[in-house]
């Protein structure tokens, strides 16, 4: 059975850190490229970031662009967000997701390209 599990979400400050991570199990990750989206009260979700399967493209959505940097680990099966100097509208409840790739560069930002979810985890980022 395919699975995503996120951990790592929490209340931080604005301007601090948080490392997300997805760990997979159930299929082979190399073949999957992995995203992160968020979904804020009142608000669709949206993309954050993505990364390809062979990790060697990676997107960002412009809100977070030389803030946030995602990366994975095909062996253990983990992909991670590190998000630095958060800011309050960061905050929302973090899911990853997977989507079988026709190439190992393919890396879509799009919700609805992916299906495999995990269930989130909450980031607030509050003073």
């Known amino acids: 059975q395919l699975q995503l599990v996120e951990s790592g979400g929490g209340l931080v400050q604005p301007g601090g850190s948080l490392r997300l991570s997805c760990a997979a199990s159930?299929?082979?990750?190399?073949?999957?490229?992995i995203g992160w989206f968020r979904q804020a009260p009142g608000k669709e979700r949206e993309g954050v970031s993505c990364i390809s399967s062979s990790g060697g493209s990676t997107n960002y959505a412009d809100s977070v662009k030389g803030r946030f940097t995602i990366s994975r680990d095909n062996a253990k099966k983990m992909v991670y967000l590190q998000m630095n100097s958060l800011k309050p509208e960061d905050t929302g409840i973090y899911s990853c997701?997977?989507?079988?790739?026709?190439?190992?560069?393919?890396?879509?930002?799009?919700?609805?390209?992916?299906?495999?979810w995990g269930q989130g985890t909450q980031v607030t980022v509050s003073s």
């Open positions: 159930g299929f082979t990750l190399d073949y999957y490229a």
């Open positions: 997701a997977a989507t079988r790739s026709p190439s190992t560069t393919y890396a879509p930002l799009r919700v609805y390209r992916y299906d495999v």
